[in-house]
């Protein structure tokens, strides 16, 4: 798998995570005063430790159809997820709905495109073989 591709990849994971683990799990597990200050810093780790993994494991992908299309669908899904997730936000930050955006349209609709980019991609790259 190229270099840049996998760059891609492995930065996306690591704002997922770090958003998810962030937002979702430390502020469900019940936290004294005194230690929320570090909760970025566990949530920053546990990205690391996952990019790491997915930079790793993407070293030994083939190039085979189902790679293209599945690293095509989950880099512009979540792309779409964090842009129709954050998008309204920070453009209409009083509309109370802007965060539904990105997670029933945006990122399923990425998720298609991305698997449509990754099958025309396939297509052309055999083609100049």
């Not at 962030?22 to 469900?28: A, R, V, W, Y």
Request: hydrophobic letters at 50%; glycine letters at 10%.
């Amino acid at each position: 798998m190229k270099q840049s591709l996998r760059f891609i990849l492995t930065t996306i994971t690591l704002i997922a995570v770090f958003f998810f683990t962030n937002i979702f799990i430390l502020n469900i597990l019940p936290f004294p005063d005194s230690i929320t200050f570090f909760k970025p810093f566990i949530s920053f780790a546990f990205a690391i430790l996952a990019s790491k993994v997915i930079w790793n494991k993407t070293d030994q992908f083939k190039d085979t159809f189902a790679t293209y299309c599945l690293v095509g669908s989950l880099s512009a899904g979540s792309l779409g997820l964090l842009g129709g997730f954050f998008g309204p936000m920070i453009f209409m930050p009083d509309s109370n709905l802007g965060p539904l955006l990105g997670i029933f349209f945006t990122g399923p609709i990425g998720f298609v495109v991305g698997f449509l980019g990754g099958w025309f991609y396939w297509e052309i790259k055999k083609k100049k073989q």
